[in-house]
């Protein structure tokens, strides 16, 4: 809320835009459960573990954030253990919403089993997709965020060009950016449909429970994808892959203005500099 949520490897930085003007600035240093248990840097493995991480870290930061953006006098603050149920709640949610409500609505439309039912089920989840981001996107109070989130990738892009992080300079670079989480969505929602196609069962309780079962299993591979398509994100063909993605995020961000893009720069040099501390 009125900021922005930036990280490297090892440390996180929220800037957030007060009421009287001056920009708040948080640091925290990342210990991620991977540095302790080694297996979970594992390919397939830790595309779960970072989804979890994300999760835990991004609610602290909203907190922190709506604490800054509107003066509270009182900070709130949440214990691991209620940041903990919070996510797992938004898990449940989001597989409710995004996996067994679209096998549902695919069930009641009888189409047979095979590839033709994940297909179908595809579409419908990424019609839920879809109709959610345009749903967000419409509401007035939140098109702010949407804006921070375009500062956010207009600053990373105008980092990774080298160029002097200003907002003159800042200003010119686009609001889309292909490791974005939007365009992860998009590649689960293409990776179900092919898993589903494969594990497909007559039976419609079996069916269910794959539903809810592989709903890590996606995620990983989804993850891996995203990675390799960082790793060669200059081929043509990765370029034609993450268009789609690219293309929702004119749902799931706005032009930003310059003080949000102000925001965004001391967040991208603030992590900055403590990366070059920890080296």
């Given at each position: 809320?009125?900021?922005?949520?930036?990280?490297?490897k090892d440390n996180v930085v929220?800037?957030?835009?007060?009421?009287?003007?001056?920009i708040v600035t948080q640091k925290q240093k990342l210990t991620s459960i991977t540095q302790k248990y080694r297996f979970l840097k594992f390919p397939f493995i830790r595309g779960i573990v970072a989804l979890i991480e994300t999760m835990y870290t991004g609610i602290k930061s909203i907190y922190f954030s709506?604490?800054?953006?509107?003066?509270?006098?009182e900070e709130v603050e949440l214990s691991s253990k209620e940041i903990g149920v919070i996510v797992v709640v938004a898990l449940c949610l989001s597989v409710l919403i995004f996996s067994v409500a679209p096998f549902f609505a695919a069930s009641l439309l009888g189409v047979e089993t095979g590839v033709v039912f994940s297909t179908v089920e595809g579409i419908i989840r990424l019609s839920f997709l879809l109709g959610y981001l345009f749903f967000v996107s419409q509401i007035k109070d939140f098109k702010r965020i949407l804006q921070y989130h375009g500062a956010e990738?207009?600053?990373?892009?105008?980092?990774?060009?080298g160029v002097e992080m200003n907002v003159e300079n800042v200003r010119?670079?686009?609001?889309?950016?292909?490791?974005c989480g939007t365009s992860f969505l998009l590649i689960v929602t293409v990776i179900s449909i092919l898993i589903f196609s494969l594990v497909s069962s007559p039976d419609y309780l079996t069916?269910?429970?794959?539903?809810?079962?592989?709903?890590?299993?996606?995620?990983?591979?989804?993850y891996e994808l995203l990675r390799v398509s960082d790793r060669y994100k200059d081929s043509p063909i990765v370029k034609a892959v993450v268009a789609p993605g690219l293309l929702l995020q004119r749902f799931t961000t706005r032009q930003p203005d310059?003080?949000?893009?102000?925001?965004?720069?001391?967040?991208?040099k603030e992590v900055e500099t403590m990366a070059q501390e920890c080296e």
């Open positions: 809320m009125e900021g922005i949520m930036m990280r490297s929220i800037c957030v835009r007060q009421p009287n003007q001056e709506a604490n800054a953006a509107f003066g509270d006098d990738h207009t600053a990373i892009n105008a980092y990774e060009a010119n670079y686009s609001r889309f950016h292909a490791r069916r269910l429970s794959y539903r809810v079962l592989l709903v890590p299993v996606i995620s990983s591979i989804s310059d003080k949000m893009i102000e925001v965004a720069i001391k967040a991208v």
